[in-house]
């Protein structure tokens, strides 16, 4: 099984700023995946990471929000850029692997 | 449109009783169905998935759940629940899209409580 960790875990910030997360798997995968999480509440795909390529994003996210980079196949990071209240969330790093879906343990984000 | 649902927001049972959380999907083609538990500050975790084959399915932890194509649902169950399995859960529907990648729907969650 894939093991996922990511960085950092949490962070405040402040409005306008932008955040670099760092999603890293111990082994090569197929596809990444960023999701976004409330509190309590369901996840929501931000976009699939294709490596060597340019992120697939999901209805209502777009790259210049949420910027992706996949170099490599263990490796993805996330930027959330020009941060707003809204964007406080978890956000979460997900891998495909033999047809098994694994998390990381999420980076709980908020902004003030 | 593609959905899933997950009808009960919480499903409270004592622990030693049966347990079920309920799933209903409605995507087109065919889909792969996955479970997932949450607990407090931790991610996700993968429990039990059906991808072909038998329609009662075994995961971790002791859950199983069925796979019922007529009423396209996909159930959560345990015949004896414990405390330690107060978590949320999130059933997770698969379609391949056009592109030949997966497109996921997550439901919305169910808390899960089991008091002693």
């Known amino acids: 099984s894939a093991v996922i960790s990511q960085k950092p875990s949490r962070d405040i910030c402040q409005r306008g700023t932008s955040l670099t997360i760092q999603c890293q798997v111990d082994?090569?995968?197929?596809?990444m995946f960023w999701y976004r999480q409330q509190p309590g509440q369901s996840l929501t795909l931000i976009a699939t990471?294709?490596?060597?390529?340019?992120?697939?994003?999901e209805s209502g996210f777009v790259i210049d929000k949420f910027p992706i980079s996949r170099p490599n196949l263990t490796f993805s990071t996330l930027t959330v850029s020009n941060m707003s209240p809204e964007d406080s969330s978890i956000y979460l790093c997900?891998?495909?692997?033999?047809?098994?879906?694994?998390f990381g343990p999420g980076t709980r984000l908020t902004v003030l | 449109a593609q959905s899933v649902a997950q009808p009960e927001d919480q499903v409270n049972v004592a622990e030693g009783n049966p347990l079920t959380v309920k799933c209903t999907y409605s995507?087109?083609?065919?889909?792969?169905l996955f479970w997932y538990v949450q607990y407090p500050n931790r991610g996700l975790q993968f429990l039990l998935k059906?991808?072909?084959?038998?329609?009662l399915v075994k995961g971790s932890y002791g859950f199983e759940a069925e796979f019922n194509k007529s009423q396209t649902s996909f159930h959560l169950m345990k015949p004896s629940a414990l405390v330690s399995d107060s978590a949320l859960y999130f059933c997770?529907?698969?379609?391949?899209?056009?592109?030949?990648?997966?497109?996921?729907?997550f439901g919305s969650g169910t808390k899960l409580n089991v008091k002693p």
């Open positions: 990471a294709n490596q060597g390529s340019e992120a697939t994003y």
């Open positions: 997900s891998a495909l692997q033999a047809r098994r879906q694994f």
């Open positions: 995507v087109s083609g065919n889909p792969y």
């Open positions: 059906y991808i072909t084959g038998d329609n």
């Open positions: 997770d529907v698969r379609v391949m899209s056009q592109n030949n990648f997966n497109k996921f729907y």
């Open positions: 082994s090569q995968v197929t596809m």
